[in-house]
């Protein structure tokens, strides 16, 4: 069973900054893409950024310069580094695996205060 947890989440105030975290297990991670999307209340879920098996990112328009994301293989973790928080950045932050199937984390609320 193939599952993914996110951690790291909370109340932040703008231009602050926080990791989260998201572990899997079941999967064999270097095997998978993965990615974190963001879902605000009464909006679609949209990809914040991206990394393949490569180690290649790609990243979102709104978050570029300040949003990293990265991942240890051998953790079986990816990580999303993010900084200079905005309000606007407030969502649900989701993770995602993919290759053949793909796989989604439970979420994890980020709010940032202004």
């Known amino acids: 069973q193939v599952q993914l947890v996110e951690s790291g989440g909370g109340l932040v105030q703008a231009g602050g900054s926080l990791r989260l975290s998201c572990v899997g297990s079941?999967?064999?991670?270097?095997?998978?893409?993965m990615g974190w999307y963001r879902q605000a209340p009464g909006e679609q879920r949209d990809l914040v950024a991206s990394?393949?098996?490569?180690?290649?990112?790609n990243y979102a328009d709104s978050v570029k310069g300040r949003f990293t994301i990265s991942r240890d293989n051998a953790k079986n973790t990816v990580y999303l580094q993010m900084t200079s928080l905005k309000p606007e950045d407030t969502a649900v932050y989701y993770c995602?695996?993919?290759?053949?199937?793909?796989?989604w984390g439970q979420g994890i609320q980020v709010t940032v205060s202004s």
């Open positions: 995602k695996a993919w290759g053949v199937r793909e796989y």
């Open positions: 079941g999967i064999i991670f270097r095997f998978v893409h």
């Open positions: 990394i393949t098996t490569g180690g290649v990112t």
